[in-house]
């Protein structure tokens, strides 16, 4: 289990970094603020998302231990923090774009996807 949580501060730093980026690009910006604040708060929810599926994790994780089937909701769950996403910038479409929100809210499943890339050739290259 404590390879899970090695995964997950190493995934929520890279989300925060790219949150503090897309925050950076904000101030710079001068007609796409909306864009980058709606990045920015989309991908501040899928860092939410991703502590939620590392919550589940460790959650079946001790189930699996314990022998006790648990109900669990984590696939609901992700999906009405991502729907709330998609309302508030709906509602506030001044401060959020909806394109910079759905964007952002896909940060952390395309860190996923490339950072095991970036590991095995890094380890490649050591060899």
Do not use: H
Request: hydrophobic share 50%; proline share 3%.
């Amino acid at each position: 289990m404590n390879d899970i949580r090695k995964l997950f501060s190493r995934y929520a730093t890279y989300t925060l970094v790219f949150v503090s980026l897309f925050l950076i690009m904000t101030l710079i910006s001068g007609d796409n603020r909306p864009f980058w604040l709606g990045m920015a708060f989309g991908t501040s929810f899928s860092l939410v998302s991703l502590w939620m599926t590392y919550f589940q994790v460790s959650r079946i994780g001790k189930m699996t231990v314990d022998k006790k089937p648990r109900a669990t909701l984590g696939t609901l769950s992700r999906l009405l923090v991502f729907l709330l996403a998609l309302w508030v910038a709906q509602q506030l479409p001044q401060y959020f774009s909806l394109t910079g929100v759905i964007i952002g809210l896909s940060v952390t499943y395309i860190i996923l996807l490339i950072e095991p890339l970036f590991r095995i050739s890094l380890s490649k290259e050591k060899e």
